[in-house]
């Protein structure tokens, strides 16, 4: 299967999880002067559309790589562009924007190096961004990788996704998943491109991937996590370039 047939069938995911889109929020309503904003593997634009919302920001430009995703997101009036972001430059001038999201995209690429080069190059001097992204060092992957199971969020096939884990009934999420990220080594990759780290907090997930008997026990080990950042199921980092 092709890369975008795959990203056609998942454009309209986008950052769904409730208190993954919280904390974003919570973020984004502590910046000041911001006139305008890219949103970097956009989906179906609904998520651009409320961020743009709250940011009070009209001037709103994204970029994707799913066909269908892009002409939604273009019938929301969001100017949007389809690029794969592993080859492609993005189609802005430099130090274009005082603000770039990147939710649940890094994870997906061959080439994260380009994508993080990228947003520095069409980010204004001062200007922040916020990656969010699973992560690799969260507990349940710790526990699970202990038993030699593989962490459920990453998939050694995109047919048998549930290979090798522990519940292998569990939820399709992962199986596009090419990069995964530490904590340690999402904060040490931003540094090296010249990222100054302002923040970063963790976010639980709903616990789709275990069976119906343990997913009350499993959401309050979630959100017990999601404090820790370096072992929370997502990471959500805020960086100044």
């Not at 190059?121 to 060092?137: A, D, S």
């Not at 499993?218 to 199921?233: R, Y």
Request: aromatic letters at 12%; a neutral charge; charged letters at 25%.
């Amino acid at each position: 299967m092709k890369k975008t047939e795959i990203y056609n069938q998942l454009y309209s995911e986008g950052l769904s999880q409730e208190d993954r889109l919280k904390k974003v929020v919570k973020i984004l309503k502590t910046l000041s002067s911001v006139e305008n904003f890219l949103d970097i593997g956009c989906g179906d634009g609904s998520l651009t559309v409320f961020l743009a919302q709250i940011l009070n920001v009209h001037d709103v430009k994204a970029v994707e790589i799913a066909e269908e995703g892009v002409d939604k997101a273009r019938e929301k009036g969001i100017d949007c562009y389809k690029i794969d972001l592993d080859c492609d430059y993005l189609p802005f001038e430099d130090r274009a924007f005082d603000f770039v999201f990147c939710g649940e995209v890094i994870e997906h690429l061959f080439d994260p190096d380009h994508l993080i080069e990228e947003i520095y190059r069409v980010l204004k001097p001062g200007g922040r961004c916020i990656i969010t992204t699973p992560n690799l060092g969260a507990w349940h992957n710790r526990l699970l990788l202990l038993m030699g199971y593989q962490p459920y969020l990453i998939s050694v096939s995109l047919k048998h996704y549930g290979a090798g884990k522990f519940f292998e009934k569990s939820s399709s999420s992962g199986r596009e998943h090419i990069r995964f990220f530490t904590l340690r080594a999402l904060k040490s990759l931003l540094r090296t491109y010249n990222f100054k780290i302002e923040s970063c907090v963790g976010a639980h997930t709903k616990p789709f991937y275990a069976p119906f008997p343990l997913s009350s026990l499993v959401l309050s080990l979630e959100k017990f996590f999601s404090n820790l950042p370096s072992l929370a199921t997502s990471i959500i980092i805020e960086v100044v370039k």
